[in-house]
């Protein structure tokens, strides 16, 4: 049984395909006015490091929908930006709440938080993984197609967070993965070591149009992340040409979906024609985010008979 959300890879095929499931279960609920207070009682605090939109909202949103109440606290709220060491932040945090949810740079804060604290942890971004997100697609994708085997998805763009939780997620599903990206921005290290035991389901490559070609599933995201904006002008340089656009939608197969975990760069990663072509799924995607949270934190907190 999990205990945290870290990172994909905390995750097997059959903890993955249940949270998806419980999710589904969830937005039919949410959509049909069914309550669902799973969560009532119970108090989820949001650390933020990195501000977020989406992180945000549908964290806080989901857990006032779940019956629970969700408790933002910015890096200013915090001693942590002040020298207190997070282990007694984690320490301190587990006696008041009943999980965390945290977005900040290095995974090793939350890989502390977990290990020092006594109650779940759920990564809502670092610069290493977004499982949170990497959850909300693989939903998205079987919404469209219905399952994941014998799937092929192609990731376009920076070895980035997004790519490494894709990578452990879909392969773990039983997707096909293929990677086009720069030299110099490859994926983390671990992560293409993972990859290697899936064989030839696994393809990384500077040519975007072999990497693209008989895609079910194409997804990208920005050049430059939070935290990258001084080396956004060297990234446009070294990106230019890992755009989805509709030469790499003709090499895909047809009828093809598209995801972005936005915010967008229109004509950066992305045209303007093929995200507004693509909308539905792009923000089907970014609904999801709300429902496939939800099931994690019913999951880490909730009673343990929720089917």
């Known amino acids: 049984m999990m205990k945290h959300l870290l990172k994909m890879s905390d995750l097997d095929k059959e903890e993955i395909i249940d949270i998806l499931n419980l999710a589904d279960q969830l937005k039919y609920n949410q959509k049909h006015g069914i309550p669902h207070h799973l969560l009532e009682g119970k108090t989820l605090g949001m650390i933020f490091q990195k501000a977020s939109t989406r992180t945000?909202?549908?964290?806080?949103?989901?857990?006032y929908q779940l019956g629970g109440l969700a408790l933002f606290l910015s890096s200013r709220d915090?001693?942590?930006?002040?020298?207190?060491?997070?282990?007694?932040?984690?320490?301190?945090?587990?006696?008041?709440?009943?999980?965390?949810?945290?977005?900040?740079?290095?995974?090793?804060?939350?890989?502390?938080?977990?290990g020092y604290g006594t109650i779940p942890i759920i990564n809502g971004l670092t610069d290493y993984a977004h499982p949170c997100q990497v959850l909300a697609d693989l939903m998205t994708i079987r919404e469209y197609k219905g399952a994941f085997d014998g799937l092929k998805l192609c990731y376009i763009g920076d070895g980035n967070n997004m790519a490494n939780s894709l990578i452990v997620g879909a392969l773990t599903v039983g997707m096909k993965v293929s990677v086009a990206c720069p030299e110099g921005y490859h994926p983390a290290e671990?992560?293409?070591?993972?990859?290697?035991?899936?064989?030839?389901?696994?393809?990384?490559?500077?040519?975007?149009?072999?990497?693209?070609?008989?895609?079910?599933?194409?997804?990208?995201?920005?050049w430059a992340s939070m935290g990258q904006e001084q080396e956004a002008k060297e990234r446009r340089r070294a990106f230019k040409g890992f755009q989805i656009n509709d030469e790499v939608l003709?090499?895909?197969?047809?009828?093809?979906?598209?995801?972005?975990c936005l915010p967008a760069h229109r004509e950066?990663?992305?045209?303007?024609?093929?995200?507004?072509?693509?909308?539905?799924?792009?923000?089907d995607e970014a609904e999801n985010r709300l429902h496939a949270q939800k099931a994690v934190m019913v999951r880490l907190m909730g009673p343990e008979d929720v089917i």
Request: net charge negative; proline share 2%.
């Open 56 to 63: 945000r909202v549908s964290f806080e949103a989901g857990m």
């Open 78 to 114: 915090l001693q942590m930006g002040r020298g207190e060491p997070v282990q007694d932040t984690a320490r301190v945090l587990s006696r008041y709440l009943n999980g965390i949810m945290i977005r900040t740079f290095e995974q090793k804060e939350v890989e502390d938080l977990a």
């Open 190 to 222: 671990d992560v293409l070591e993972f990859a290697k035991k899936y064989g030839n389901k696994f393809e990384l490559s500077d040519n975007v149009l072999e990497m693209a070609a008989n895609a079910d599933v194409l997804e990208t995201d920005v």
């Open 250 to 260: 003709a090499a895909a197969r047809p009828g093809a979906m598209v995801m972005h």
């Open 268 to 283: 950066e990663e992305i045209t303007a024609k093929v995200l507004e072509a693509h909308a539905g799924e792009i923000f």
